[in-house]
């Protein structure tokens, strides 16, 4: 490898200054040692300095915070989440045999798919969006899949 080839691939990975310290052959065409030195310090300072910067201002413990009560929330809305599942799950066991009776009521079906509609609209969803919904929760309930 030549001189110059290996004074770039060691300027890449060390810093040229520091690359002519160890490749050049003649005092002349080194750079002075200093100078990286210098550098290294100067980089080691920001460093110092940036890290400090960003403690005052909280952004590390504000960052740590924010992760725990992420993870603890998503935690907590599983749990809540499975518990209501679990809540639905049972009173479709107790409720639907006694629906099914009256699927074919056409008042009953057109007042219950219109709460909903109603619902999911009070929420933002379009209601055509919501009509969709809506049947795809009458299917699931009468099984019209």
Known sequence: MSDQKLLDVLGEELGHAT??????????DRQFIGEALLAAAALYLLKKYLDGFVDGLGIKKLGEAHGA???QT??????LLQAKKEAVDAALREYLPSIQEYRDNAQSRKQGEDAVVRFLG???IPTSEAKQIT?????????DR
């Not at 690359?19 to 002349?28: D, Q, Y």
């Not at 049947?135 to 099984?143: C, D, G, L, P, S």
């Open 19 to 28: 690359a002519t310290v160890i490749v050049a052959e003649h005092p002349r």
């Open 122 to 124: 009070e929420r933002g």
């Open 74 to 79: 998503a935690k907590d809305a599983i749990a």
């Open 69 to 71: 009560l992420a993870l």
């Open 135 to 143: 049947e795809r929760i009458r299917a699931e309930i009468f099984n």
